[in-house]
C-alpha cells in the first residue's frame, strides 16, 4: 500500500524527532506546509525561542521592517528566514535591519530552514526563524 502523501501526490520528507528540551520542533515539511509539534501548518510562520507566530510574509521581495521586527521578539542570537521553495536573496535592507539589532541572518529555502533550525534549537541556542510557507 502506498503512503497517503504519494496518493495525494505530494511529496513530505520527515525529519528526525529531538528529544531535547527544544520548545519547538519541526517534524516534517512539505511543497505547502510544515508540521510543528504535531500541527500541520500551511501558511508563513514565524518561530521565536518561546513563540509560534503566524506571517504574513509570502517572499524576501517583499520584506519590509513591519514584517522582521516580530522576529526580534524574545532576543535571538541568530535568525534563519526559509524563503520558499529555493533560495531568494532579499534586500540589502534586510541584512542591514538584523545588523543593526547585532543579529546573525541566514537566509536560505525553506526546507533547509527548517533543517537548520532543528539542528541549531536542538542544541539549546536561541534562534528565530520565518518560514515562507504555501502561497
Excluded at 515539511?29 to 501548518?41: L, Q, S
Excluded at 524563503?83 to 532579499?90: E, N, S, W
Excluded at 539589532?101 to 541556542?125: D, K, Q
Aim: net charge negative; with cysteine.
Amino acid at each position: 500500500m502506498r503512503p497517503a502523501w504519494a496518493i495525494l501526490g505530494e511529496i513530505s520528507v520527515k525529519l528526525h524527532l529531538n528529544f531535547t528540551d527544544q520548545r519547538f520542533i519541526i517534524q516534517n515539511y512539505g511543497e505547502a506546509h510544515v508540521t510543528i509539534n504535531g500541527e500541520r501548518i500551511e501558511h508563513s510562520l514565524i518561530l521565536t525561542p518561546e513563540k509560534r507566530l503566524d506571517w504574513s510574509a509570502l517572499a524576501a521581495v517583499n520584506l519590509d521592517e513591519a514584517l522582521l521586527a516580530p522576529l526580534l521578539e524574545d532576543e535571538p542570537e541568530l535568525v534563519i528566514i526559509g524563503t520558499g521553495p529555493r533560495q531568494q536573496v532579499p534586500s540589502p535592507t534586510v541584512m542591514r535591519f538584523f545588523a543593526r539589532h547585532g543579529i546573525g541572518l541566514e537566509y536560505v529555502s525553506t526546507p533547509a530552514a527548517c533543517r537548520i533550525y532543528n539542528i541549531l534549537a536542538g542544541e539549546g541556542r536561541r534562534v528565530g526563524c520565518g518560514l515562507m510557507v504555501g502561497g
